[in-house]
């Protein structure tokens, strides 16, 4: 079993950054994949980005590409989202999933964990 904590949310303004983090507890993120997704208020949940825990491949949506980063840290068996010139497009809550497997996908429905969420509210 694994369980996913995200932090790092918060009320920023239109062009600034931020970093989440999902921490993951229960077992390491080797042999898995992890994804960003988000859900803002009347919309359904969304892909961000994923990177592939083995050899950090990283994948993002169009929507994001250029302006958000994900990463990971092997000690810390922790994700990171760093979201530069953010918009309020950008904001949601936003989830960590978790899914057994190198196959990367952005369908949520194929992830076997996710976090509570964090918000992110970026105002114009």
């Known amino acids: 079993q694994v369980q996913l904590v995200e932090s790092g949310g918060g009320l920023v303004q239109a062009g600034d950054s931020l970093r989440l983090s999902c921490a993951a507890s229960g077992r390491t993120f080797n042999n898995y994949s992890v994804g960003w997704f988000r859900q803002a208020p009347g919309k359904e949940r969304e892909f961000v980005a994923a990177?592939?825990?083995?050899?950090?491949?990283?994948y993002y949506a169009d929507s994001v590409k250029g302006r958000f980063t994900i990463s990971r840290d092997n000690a810390k068996n922790t994700v990171y989202l760093q979201m530069n010139s953010l918009k309020p497009e950008d904001t949601a809550v936003y989830y960590c999933?978790?899914?057994?497997?190198?196959?990367?996908?952005?369908?949520?429905?194929?992830?076997?964990?996710w976090g509570q969420g964090t918000q992110v509210t970026v105002s114009s």
């Open positions: 999933a978790a899914r057994s497997g190198v196959v990367v996908t952005r369908r949520s429905y194929e992830y076997d964990y």
């Open positions: 990177i592939r825990w083995a050899f950090a491949n990283t």
